[in-house]
């Protein structure tokens, strides 16, 4: 691939600015959402938890995405290349790390970590400060200019990075889905809960009116996905597989809630701008220079190792980030459509959920499809509401996102039934305080806190659906005073 001209990669630093600090939830915007999020449901990742931070102080994070920001324009700008790109990107990751604690599954912004990663490994001089002031001042270029951080590496790592990230899509909605999914009742399902937040109002209806439409939109969707690895092996098919994944994203703007602009904008380091403008030149682009010697062969083993290490993450569906294996609306069923689990069943499917195999335990991309939940029950004996939607209908702010409270429930419920006996899920086994319980202990203190007439409730429940009635998995007193007698487990 070329490398990429320094016109380019002024465009690129600052679209992905402009969308990071617009766009919600990004990580410039983590001190406010960490702030948002009681302790109790924030879950640091793998990185933190080996850098010993359980939680981050929202001034330290202001602190660190004003000096990201300004970084951030630095390469923009060309000034002090590479360095101003390396902390750039070492503060929009540490940014991005802590914001993935307390977002649940959210990849919209692994786009342009992977991007400010790739860019750490580029440099170019024709459209930037480090040239003007070098040309007018003893200014020191920290890199020759026919260094392998001037070849098309940088574009080509970040290749693999998207490519992987499609084809992950495509391989969630198979593997979680199955059959069902390209039958196109599940799309038509999201679709319908995606409804009020559709950009396209009048399109969204006369999609879901049209479930033949529905099957095709689903079909085509994952092989748009699962063809992704073509624009890495095939330069001819690169430019026509990044156009299928910008009309995949188009469609998803208009018709559901996610935007991908983020995504969208990386794509622009992918294109063969020198082919593009020769289409309106007559001009034959120049062969891009390869680059040779130690540092392009250390380049190119570092960048098989990366590739090495997505398939990993693919194979083992893992979520440890900075990696996800993209399983967000994945599921191949209409939420009326799935069978809850038998009660003698819960046991074995924790132990796979707990073993990394998250398709024994549905996972929750929209509220219907949940499958635990935390009850609060009334102390006069009467009906118990979902806890969340109480606290959203009272309006109780800076309390958790629901994408990271079913996260946390649904992990909660794993390993509360993983750890009992296969036999008996339910809460009240005798000489030992297990997950939920503890759990909800820990949360008792918070909804006092939070919710202003918890006087009328007597107790937390944590309850998994099943094909005959709700286990209660655990169960705490509202008005008891916290009784940990460890640290949670995550």
């Known amino acids: 691939m070329p490398p990429v001209p320094g016109l380019l990669r002024a465009a690129v630093y600052t679209g992905l600015l402009v969308l990071c600090l617009v766009d919600h939830p990004s990580p410039l915007h983590s001190a406010k959402i960490v702030a948002g999020t009681e302790q109790v449901f924030y879950t640091p990742v793998g990185v933190m938890r080996l850098l010993g931070l359980r939680r981050v102080d929202p001034r330290v994070l202001t602190l660190v995405a004003r000096l990201t920001v300004g970084f951030w324009i630095a390469a923009a700008a060309g000034l ?19 914001n993935a604690g307390a977002l649940g599954a959210n990849h919209s912004t692994h786009s342009a970590v992977y991007t400010m990663f790739a860019l750490c490994f580029s440099v170019s001089y024709d459209f930037s400060a480090d040239r003007l002031l070098a040309d007018h001042t003893g200014w020191p270029r920290l890199v020759s200019e026919h260094s392998v951080f001037t070849s098309g590496f940088a574009p080509l790592l970040l290749l693999c990075f998207l490519a992987y990230t499609m084809l992950a899509g495509g391989v969630a909605k198979l593997r979680y889905g199955g059959p069902r999914w390209l039958g196109g009742k599940a799309l038509r399902f999201y679709l319908e809960q995606s409804a009020v937040a559709a950009r396209w109002p009048w399109l969204s209806r006369q999609v879901v009116a049209r479930p033949g439409v529905c099957r095709v939109f689903a079909v085509a969707a994952v092989a748009i996905e699962l063809s992704a690895p073509l624009a890495v092996v095939d330069s001819t098919l690169r430019m026509p597989v990044i156009l299928s994944w910008t009309c995949l994203h188009i469609g998803i703007l208009l018709l559901m809630m996610p935007a991908y602009w983020v995504q969208m904008c990386c794509y622009l380091l992918l294109l063969d701008w020198p082919w593009i403008a020769s289409l309106f030149t007559g001009h034959r682009p120049d062969r891009a220079p390869v680059a040779e010697g130690g540092g392009a062969v250390a380049l190119a083993v570092f960048g098989s190792a ?4 997505l398939g990993y993450v693919l194979v083992r569906e893992s979520e440890q980030w900075p990696l996800t294996s993209v399983p967000m609306y994945s599921n191949g069923a209409p939420a009326d459509a799935p069978r809850p689990p ?3 069943e819960l046991h074995a499917r924790a132990v796979r959920a707990a073993r990394g195999r ?3 335990w549905q996972r929750a991309w929209v509220i219907e499809e949940v499958m635990e939940d935390i009850w609060i029950r009334p102390a006069d004996g009467g009906e118990g509401r979902p806890l969340f939607l109480l606290l959203h209908e009272h309006k109780v702010a800076g309390f958790v996102r629901w ?14 039934v993983a750890a009992k006996p296969a036999d008996h899920p339910e809460a009240g086994v005798e000489g030992t305080e297990y997950p939920a319980t503890r759990f909800l202990r820990e949360l008792a203190p918070v909804i006092r806190k939070s919710l202003p007439d918890w006087e009328r409730y007597d107790r937390l429940e944590l309850v998994c659906r099943t094909d005959s009635g709700g286990v209660v998995i655990g169960r705490a007193q509202l008005a008891e005073q916290p009784a940990l007698t460890g640290e949670l487990r995550r």
């Open 80 to 98: 002090l290349q590479p360095v101003s790109g390396i902390l750039a990107f070492l503060g929009f990751a540490f940014l991005h790390m802590v």
């Open 306 to 309: 990366c590739v090495l290490l």
């Open 342 to 344: 038998a009660r003698d």
């Open 358 to 360: 998250h398709a024994a």
């Open 403 to 416: 994408s990271q409270y079913t996260k946390v429930v649904r992990e909660i419920a794993v390993e509360d």
